[in-house]
């Protein structure tokens, strides 16, 4: 029956975290999959998930099914966390928000609609994206095309080029953008630029998507919604999925959202209805685990506090990590500019490693990278830095 099936090649990160799994050397280093690890090589639990999880078991509630969009405590949270509390948009009721299972449970749900609502549209990528971004609107039959953004020879953006082509693009294209923290590259727009993008995207009509998964990795928790705020304020619709999988270090509860910022109430009634049959076709209905953390660490002022020292301590670590980085590199390799480890946000920095260099540093140094070249900034640790930058050097020269 199922012999005409085509193997599954597997997906370039997670076969190559189960790969780095499997590795016996005790030595390995996990630079592959985006997980913050903390200095000793764990996942953290954060306290404050951890005290809304025994208030949960505490509480020993039922667990009936959540509505198709989820918890409305979530919601609302997911809300005020994404554009302020206090937006116009939120006040006008303009915004349709669903829990997702994460947030590629969202990119799905919202690939899926464009799919029925916006049939021919096609979606445009930044160049390089996340793997799983193309996979994911391919997969539902939406044709994927890129835009220019990571410059190979300065480890910047090809800002310009960006313009240049979101400029050409037919009305109502699907403009997928990295809110903060861009996977692969690290590297993002700054505000300025951001400003600058508003009225290209107004003036050909384009429908931004934007990804948020790393918020608070960037510049701060407020700072890294700032596209957020500045789209919905410009009065553009789009979509917005954000996790909570990284900021809450919940990766395995599937904690995330899809926005939709409409142009009035009435339309957002229309979209969160018809993201509604899509989820029911899709899973049904979200986690009520993920709600619970996710809304009482947002609803309670403790909780909240204590979560926002955490995100600012990780986000720290990694800073520190990436100045160890690149202060051990610059000495082993002199001539060599590593400045990029410095200017790129978030877990992820473009390497510019080769694939061949990228086998070496696995095969000979049990040194796990994607094979783009992209490293995970965050599986460093004082324990590590310097072998990795070490086994680095050595494939570089
Ligand atoms: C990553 O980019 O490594 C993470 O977002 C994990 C994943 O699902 O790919």
């Not at 012999?3 to 190559?16: K, N, R, T």
């Amino acid at each position: 029956m199922f012999q005409h099936l085509e193997p599954y090649a597997g997906d370039p990160i997670l076969s190559l975290n189960d790969a780095f799994q499997k590795d016996p050397r005790p030595d390995k280093i996990n630079l592959s999959i985006g997980i913050y690890f903390d200095d000793a090589g764990r996942i953290p639990v954060l306290g404050c998930v951890h005290e809304a999880e025994s208030r949960m078991l505490a509480a020993s509630g039922a667990k009936p099914y959540l509505p198709i969009d989820g918890s409305p405590a979530m919601r609302k949270a997911v809300q005020g966390l994404l554009f302020g509390a206090d937006h116009e948009a939120l006040r006008s009721g303009r915004v349709a928000t669903l829990q997702t299972v994460g947030s590629s449970g969202g990119l799905k749900v919202g690939a899926d609609f464009i799919k029925r609502w916006f049939p021919g549209t096609q979606v445009w990528v930044s160049d390089p994206t996340w793997d799983n971004h193309r996979a994911m609107f391919e997969g539902a039959g939406v044709q994927v095309n890129t835009y220019p953004y990571y410059d190979p020879a300065t480890g910047g953006l090809r800002f310009e080029a960006m313009l240049e082509t979101l400029r050409s693009l037919p009305a109502r294209s699907v403009v997928l953008l990295h809110a903060c923290c861009h996977n692969p590259t690290g590297v993002d727009l700054t505000r300025a630029q951001w400003e600058q993008l508003v009225p290209v995207l107004r003036e050909r009509e384009l429908l931004p998507y934007l990804d948020l998964a790393y918020q608070g990795y960037g510049d701060g928790i407020d700072e890294d919604a700032f596209a957020v705020r500045l789209l919905a304020t410009s009065g553009l619709s789009f979509f917005i999925a954000n996790s909570f999988s990284k900021s809450m270090s919940v990766y395995g509860e599937r904690a995330g959202a899809l926005s939709v910022v409409c142009g009035s109430a009435a339309e957002a009634a229309l979209v969160a209805g018809q993201m509604q049959a899509t989820v029911r076709r899709n899973y049904s209905s979200p986690a009520i685990h993920a709600a619970g953390i996710v809304s009482q660490v947002l609803g309670d002022p403790g909780l909240r506090a204590s979560w926002a020292a955490d995100v600012a301590a990780m986000r720290d670590r990694i800073l520190t990590m990436r100045r160890d980085l690149h202060g051990v590199l610059s000495a082993r390799v002199p001539g060599r500019d590593f400045n990029y480890f410095l200017s790129q946000r978030g877990m992820f920095s473009y390497t510019g490693l080769s694939a061949a260099q990228v086998d070496r540093l696995r095969d000979e140094f049990g040194v796990y990278l994607v094979r783009s070249g992209r490293m995970c900034v965050a599986g460093l640790n004082t324990g590590n830095v310097e072998r990795t930058a070490a086994a680095m050097a050595a494939v570089i020269s």
